[in-house]
């Protein structure tokens, strides 16, 4: 006799809930902190088959509706969520055994105090994931720029694994071999050391920050392809964790907003392109991304504006568009680039966790 289960999770202004129907019906509600865009997730499992279909409003409406909630908020979404990954006879379907994690770091010439704080909080993010997701057994662990002017690889080509550093500031040094062999760490690498090399890219980058271009490059061909620059680091069966680390926002500049000087392009596409894109890399399935962006918010106690027209270096640039974009996903975080990251990365831990456990295999 197969087993039905029932899960079905409601988003919008009063938080979060979730329903699970099986023998029992259990039902659990968490409090949002931030307003979005409303939206339903329907998950029916019959027997041993799984079958989940996450749904998004998506379309314009739906981004405009995201980016204005971000312009409105400085905070943080949260949803931990509750699928047990257990089926019939208490055999483990749901759950990753694989994570891709996968950090884009703003090289500009204001970045040298948030590549430090990236460094710092890297070591406890990294050895607290492993701790929690303890069935997940192997870690691809990659860093790529926001600009095309690495050259180790293909010059000129966004989104190329970073295997040495040579900018002001960087850490100056060829950062390889891996233990994988490849341009991507692994949980065999020393990754505190090895990280700390790759992600210290530098101050001497390009000021038109392309975080999106550089992320969609990463995991779409030529740079996926057999032999070529990131072969081997996006794996269908491995849960996709993105960070965004960047003081600017990923925009089409005016010229009154470029201060006399030539605008800059920004990524192309709209924040819902590049939902479109990330996810069609993922097999379609959103669940299985999680995004963590570090950006300027809305909030000036968290991050002072950045004065872009004097060369600043001190504050944040807001950045509707990344946060509108990181709140299509159901497992996607927003925090203030300015300060300490360490406790936006092990809060987000959890969320990870349970990314994971819902995990669904593709196929």
């Known amino acids: 006799m197969s087993r039905t289960l029932l899960e079905v999770t409601w ?15 259990m039902v659990a509600c968490a409090t949002d902190q931030r307003e979005e865009p409303s939206s339903a997730t329907l998950t029916v499992t019959l027997g041993p088959e799984v079958t989940s279909e996450p749904s998004s409003e998506g379309g314009s409406e739906a981004a405009t509706e995201a980016q204005t909630s971000a312009a409105d908020s400085g905070g943080e979404k949260l949803d931990v969520g509750g699928g047990t990954g257990m089926m019939e006879g208490g055999d483990t379907t749901l759950g990753c055994k694989k994570v891709d994690l996968l950090f884009v770091v703003d090289g500009s010439g204001s970045m040298a105090d948030e590549q430090a704080n990236l460094l710092t909080a890297f070591p406890a993010f990294i050895d607290t994931m492993r701790t929690e997701l303890d069935g997940a057994e192997g870690y691809n662990v990659g860093v790529i720029r926001t600009d095309g002017n690495d050259i180790s ?5 966004y989104g190329v694994l970073v295997t040495r550093n040579y900018a002001a500031g960087s850490s100056n040094t060829t950062c390889t071999p891996y233990a994988s062999g490849a341009r ?48 081997g680091f996006l794996r269908e069966d491995a849960l996709l964790v993105l960070v965004i680390i960047t003081d600017e926002e990923d925009d089409h500049e005016t010229m009154e907003e470029a201060c006399g000087n030539t605008p800059s392009m920004g990524s192309a596409g709209e924040p819902q392109d590049w939902f479109d894109a990330i996810v069609a890399a993922k097999g379609g399935i959103e669940t299985n ?12 106690e968290q991050c002072p504006p950045l004065d872009k027209c004097d060369n600043g270096v001190d504050g944040a640039e807001q950045a509707p568009r990344l946060i509108g974009f990181t709140w299509m996903f159901s497992h996607g975080h927003v925090g203030p680039v300015c300060g300490d990251y360490q406790p936006f990365f092990l809060e987000a831990v959890a969320d990870i966790k349970a990314a994971c456990e819902e995990f669904v295999p593709p196929g």
Request: overall charge negative; some cysteine; glycine content about 12%.
């Open 184 to 231: 991507y760490m692994t949980q065999d690498d020393d990754l505190p050391s090895k990280f700390s090399c790759a992600a210290r890219v530098g101050i001497g980058g390009d000021g038109d920050e392309q975080p999106m271009q550089s992320i969609i490059a990463a995991l779409t061909p030529p740079n996926t392809d057999a032999g070529e620059c990131n072969d």
């Open 11 to 25: 988003r919008g202004q009063a938080g979060v809930c979730r329903v699970l129907a099986a023998a029992c019906v």
């Open 289 to 300: 991304v999680v995004v963590l962006s570090l950006v300027g918010t809305a909030a000036p």
């Open 153 to 157: 690889c293909e010059p000129g080509r």
